[in-house]
Each structure stands twice: as structure tokens, then as C-alpha cells.
């Protein structure tokens, strides 16, 4: 039997693999597994999964980028924390520019 350790760690990785996917099928097969309900519209589910994109800590700056440019093309204002995009973008294009593309860093 898997510890609730183990089962935290294997669920974060299939959320991980899965996101990054940006593959619905894998998403959604994703969601079923952990009997996620699924969106009530495509553009909501999109913009979900972008959103989570955001604040997951083992995402790149150029995953966030995507994700971030993504939800303001499709009309979004604001991160799931209420931060302006444009102000969440402009944070990651300045890491970027400075070559640090790497995930952050967890305490």
C-alpha cells in the first residue's frame, strides 16, 4: 500500500507530466483518474489548466510564458492570485532576460 507520501508524489507527477502535455486527452485523462470534474466549457478548461500553469512551482519561465501569453490572447486579465497578466508577464520575461529559466526554487 502506498503511503499518502508516495500517493501526493505520484499525483503531482501525473499533474506535471500532464500540463506540460497541453494535450487535452492526457489532461482529461489525467482528471479522470483523480475524478476531477471536468470543465463546464473548452475555453474554461484551457484557461484552467494555463492558470495552474502559472503557480506550479517545477515549471520552467519559458512554460509560464506560454501559458501566460495564451490566457491574454484568449482575453484573461488576471493570475488565479488576482495579479494583472500583464504585470505576471512582465516578471517572467525579466527572468528570462536575465537567463533564469529555471523552475523555482521550493523552501
Given at each position: ?46 484557461a484552467m489548466i494555463h492558470k495552474a500553469r502559472l503557480d506550479i512551482t517545477t515549471f520552467t ?21 488576482d495579479t494583472p497578466l500583464e504585470t505576471v508577464l512582465a516578471g517572467l520575461l525579466e527572468r ?12
Amino acid at each position: 500500500m502506498e503511503s499518502k507520501k508516495e500517493m501526493i508524489e505520484q499525483f503531482v507527477k501525473d499533474r506535471d507530466a500532464a500540463f506540460r502535455s497541453l494535450d487535452m486527452y492526457t489532461i482529461v485523462k489525467y482528471m479522470a483518474k483523480y475524478r476531477m470534474p471536468f470543465p463546464s466549457s473548452e475555453l474554461v478548461f484551457w484557461a484552467m489548466i494555463h492558470k495552474a500553469r502559472l503557480d506550479i512551482t517545477t515549471f520552467t519561465v519559458d512554460e509560464k510564458i506560454e501559458s501566460c501569453q495564451w490566457l491574454m490572447e484568449h482575453g484573461f486579465k488576471q493570475d488565479l492570485t488576482d495579479t494583472p497578466l500583464e504585470t505576471v508577464l512582465a516578471g517572467l520575461l525579466e527572468r528570462r532576460d536575465a537567463g533564469d529559466d529555471q523552475p523555482e526554487k521550493m523552501c
